[in-house]
């Protein structure tokens, strides 16, 4: 039975692959690009060098901090599509935070100041959208991705008004910090490993929560089926508000992490679409925790080594966000397709 | 001051289009019963498809039939994985909208900022002589006529035809549907692509008249949230989507005067104005539909609520939830 389960998913996944592959390899051919080139120059720049490794773990960072913030609310039956808004709400208090330390003898006092503040910034944005969804009915796809446009309209503002950069506002964003108030990084690599704890900390705890405490019992009862929750005594809007608080929260430290040890300053681009893309993480990790870490890895790679496409092949590096969602298309199909065949129940298996 | 009002209506009519277009097409869709909620990247990637075809063939309409169609492949594969694989149509949908985005940016990256043909306005004869409702309604270019028809016909299809009754069915009761003889799955995948094919015009009407050309970004990003916003601010009704989509139009051109009267305000809050607006409007819309609880119960709904409730509609009952046969 077990022998059985194993082959057939080994089947399943061999069969998303191969899709995946042929079709980035028509993709690729009808742009006129040589295929094997395009993944040797993805795997090269990725991997290929102890700065693109680290490269790649500054990409994964956010995103799995981004990814644990879903799983609390995929958890509760929640599209928080504003995570991307929820990023540029904590760097901008993160920022805020440091700006008060500018010329402070204690940059260190305010560096961890900056955490604190970007947790809440992401956690009110996302406050925000749960409120218009139960006191309002906003549906919350529609408040959160409002909500991602009003957060980079204050970004841009801020950027361009406020906080400009003394001489000039630009596209570059705020002037730099300090180098005292950067969050340390490894000799020699662009890599911090206060970031990386922090993120696996993220993981082990969400797992933790999600699977062995009471809150975590109470999002997937509320998930599942709302009203036989209700009627047991949960209250979904108090669980609504607090799934969305602590993926905010999750992305906001994901915005502040972008602020002091990536760009070290506000620029426009502050979120990277890291919260667009950390819904496709969690969905193609089964809506679980444990296949993130791998996934999350899998998309930074992605997205680093798609970098030197435009200059190697003449190729936009949007491959990267193709490739991803080709990916997440394809597991949908083949997993549709087993669910079509073994649960038969109306509604089962969800 | 006439030739100002005609001028104002004649630009939101214009700028309207492809929104129109696209909120009546998703109307259907979701008068069917399946949301397509990939807009967003659909219509861009039609943008993309629409002026790169007319840019290399020279054809303005082969421009839009293939920007149609494009349109119709992104619904189709809606509806291929929500009605006959039974996945989330959120999801789906939700994918495609990054995917159809990134696919859109990737092949049109070489065709960036080239100038292309465009749709000029061409008088309707005869038509375009009346006074004011003329060149508002019959000045105009191909895509906008389009949108007009669009909503005529989406109308007419939809309430004055027995399969227009068969689609709201499916859309309500698919298993009543199915008892009485029609086949649920097959009704809603049509009319899936349908809608398609019509959000797929409305990214070719962008890239060939509103916004002409392609570029990243091209402009139209963002508009497919508001379209199906507009679908809900509507009560999945067509002709009420088209108002809702010629109310944002009035209230974007009324931001762009207002943005000369106060240039304190900085230009970026023009530019999302929208979103905070169709959040709002979805509060409005819910205010309309909301039962009274509490001590209000049983007392039906507030004047206001009542007021609001003859703009918006309700959602049909079968929205979203797929059919299973067994």
Redesign the interface.
Known sequence: MDTERIRETAARTALTVTAVLGLLGV?LL??GAPPLEAVKHLFLGSLGSWMKIAHVLTAWIPLTLCACGLLYTFRIDL?N?GVEGQVMAGAICATAVLRMGAESPLPGLWLSAAFPAGVLGGGLWAWLAGV?KTR????E???G???N??A??IL??LI??PWKRPGIASMSGTKPFEPELWLPTLSGLRISPAGLVLSLAALVLTGWVLRKTRLGLALKAIGRNRRAAFLHGLDPSRYTLAAMGLAGGLAGLAGTFQVTAVYHRLIPAISSNYG?LA??VV?LSGFRAGPVPAIALFFACLNVGSIQLPMMLH??S??S??A???L??AF??F???Y??KHV????GGT | MELDLTLLLSSIVAGAAPIVLASVGETVTEKAGVINLSLDGSILLSAMVGFVTAYRTGSLALGFAAGALAGGLVAAVVGVFSIYLRQSQVAVGFVLTLTARDLAYFFGNPYSRLYGPQASPVAVPGLGDIPFLGPVLFGQSVPVYMSLAAVVLAWWYLYHTPRGLALRAVGENPRAAYARGFDPRRIQLLYTVAGGLLVGLAGAAFSLAVKPGWGRPQGAEGTGWIALAIVIFGGWHPVRAALGAYLFALLQVTGIHLQDVWPSIPSQVFQVAPFPLMIFALLLTNAAWKKPEGPAAGTGRSPAARFLGVLTGAPPASLGRPFLRD
């Open positions: 993709i009808a742009a599209w599509i218009l309002g009915g906003v549906n796809i529609f408040a991705l409002g909500l446009f009003v980079q309209a841009l503002w361009f008004g667009y819904l496709l969905m190729i936009d949007s491959l966000g193709v991803q969602g080709v997440v298309l949908l199909f997993h549709g397709r669910r079509r038969r129940q109306p509604g």
